[in-house]
C-alpha cells in the first residue's frame, strides 16, 4: 500500500501559525504531485493546496496569502506552513498524492480558538 502519515496539528488562538508535515515512501515524493486536504464537521474534504513535482503550486481561495505549502522530495515530506489562522480553518488535516492514490491516513487535528 502506498501510504503517508500526517504530524503537526494542534489547538492555536487565532492569528497563530503551526506547520503541518507529511511523511511516506521515497517513490512517492519524488514523482507525484502532493496535496493537502481537510475536512470539517459537517461538512465534505475539501482541497487545501497542492504542489506539482516541478513546485508550481495551488491554493483554495480560503486560504490564499496565509498558508504555503513546500516539499522536500530528498526527506520525503510535505509541508504545509499555516499563518494568520482563524476559527474556520478548523479541521482535520490530510495529505495524499494529487489524484488522492494512496491510502488516506488517520489525518492530524487542526482547532484554532481563542
Known amino acids: 500500500q502506498v501510504q503517508v502519515a500526517e504530524s503537526g496539528g494542534g489547538l492555536v488562538q487565532p492569528g497563530e501559525s503551526l506547520r503541518l508535515s507529511c511523511v511516506g515512501s521515497?517513490?512517492?515524493?519524488?514523482?507525484?504531485?502532493m496535496a493537502w486536504y481537510r475536512q470539517a464537521p459537517g461538512k465534505q474534504r475539501e482541497l487545501v493546496a497542492d504542489?506539482?513535482?516541478?513546485?508550481?503550486?495551488h491554493y483554495a481561495d480560503s486560504v490564499k496569502g496565509r498558508f504555503t505549502i513546500s516539499r522536500d522530495n530528498a526527506k520525503n515530506t510535505v509541508y504545509l506552513q499555516m499563518n494568520s489562522l482563524k476559527p474556520e480553518d478548523t479541521a482535520l488535516y490530510y495529505c495524499?498524492?494529487?489524484?488522492?492514490?494512496?491510502?488516506w491516513g488517520q489525518g492530524t487535528q487542526v482547532t484554532v480558538s481563542s
Open positions: 495524499n498524492t494529487m489524484g488522492q492514490g494512496a491510502s
Open positions: 504542489i506539482t513535482t516541478g513546485g508550481s503550486t
Open positions: 521515497r517513490i512517492v515524493f519524488r514523482i507525484y504531485a
